[in-house]
T-cell receptor, first 116, second 110 residues
Framework: DSGVTQTPKHLITATGQRVTLRCSPRSGDLSVYWYQQSLDQGLQFLIQ???????AKGNILERFSAQQFPDLHSELNLSSLELGDSALYFCASSRRQGMGTNEKLFFGSGTQLSVL | AQRVTQPEKLLSVFKGAPVELKCNYSYSGSPELFWYVQYSRQRLQLLLR??SRESIKGFTADLNKGETSFHLKKPFAQEEDSAMYYC????????????FGGGTRLMVKP
């Protein structure tokens, strides 16, 4: 168990809908990262938050947004869902902002999103 | 922009055979390279990182800056090595997020 918790584990919804994925980082970790894993795109970095502030942005669509709350948990909001958004969404956390020499990234078990 | 390429989507070997999972990267500076593993129905976990120069579960990886490669090797594959392997790169001044390769599924047959 990495200590990173993601809920829900599975989510089935319809096109056009909006969903929220939740991530609780390991105790003491300030950075949260969101990744999308799909069959055709592989693992794609979406966005990173550090201590409540956005730090880095990757291939995140405008229909997607995220935030990190004062208790450090993070939510990824996906709206106007399309079939192609079906994927496994991973959250990861690390102690600090950057991947320093001894920094480790701990992954959650993911949320499997199926858009029908 | 940085890029990580894993040319093989699937690698199938017999137990006891040597394994080499290929990883090439493109980045003009000095990145940090990682290998992550994802066993069936489990979360991604760090296998090793080049800066540690360690051997985990019999796996090693050497960073070759001339060839911009970071291939993962194991002399004798075990059935429990069957998993999805991802090579990843971290760039110091770009938020330090990880850029992953497309992954290679390793199947070790008995």
């Amino acid at each position: 168990d990495s200590g990173v918790t993601q809920t829900p584990k599975h989510l089935i919804t319809a096109t056009g809908q909006r969903v929220t994925l939740r991530c609780s980082p390991r105790s003491g970790d300030l950075s949260v990262y969101w990744y999308q894993q799909s069959l055709d795109q592989g693992l794609q970095f979406l966005i990173q938050y550090y201590n409540g502030e956005e730090r880095a942005k990757g291939n995140i669509l405008e229909r997607f947004s995220a935030q990190q709350f004062p208790d450090l948990h993070s939510e990824l909001n996906l709206s106007s869902l399309e079939l192609g958004d079906s994927a496994l969404y991973f959250c990861a956390s690390s102690r600090r902002q950057g991947m320093g020499t001894n920094e480790k990234l701990f992954f959650g078990s993911g949320t499997q999103l199926s858009v029908l | 922009a940085q890029r990580v390429t894993q040319p093989e989507k699937l690698l199938s070997v017999f137990k006891g055979a040597p394994v080499e999972l290929k990883c090439n990267y493109s980045y003009s500076g000095s990145p940090e390279l990682f290998w992550y593993v994802q066993y069936s129905r489990q979360r991604l976990q760090l296998l090793l990182r080049h800066i540690s120069r360690e051997s985990i579960k019999g796996f090693t990886a050497d960073l070759n800056k001339g060839e911009t490669s970071f291939h993962l090797k194991k002399p004798f594959a075990q059935e429990e090595d069957s998993a999805m392997y991802y090579c990843a790169l971290s760039v110091p001044n770009a938020g330090n997020m990880l850029t992953f390769g497309g992954g290679t599924r390793l199947m070790v047959k008995p």
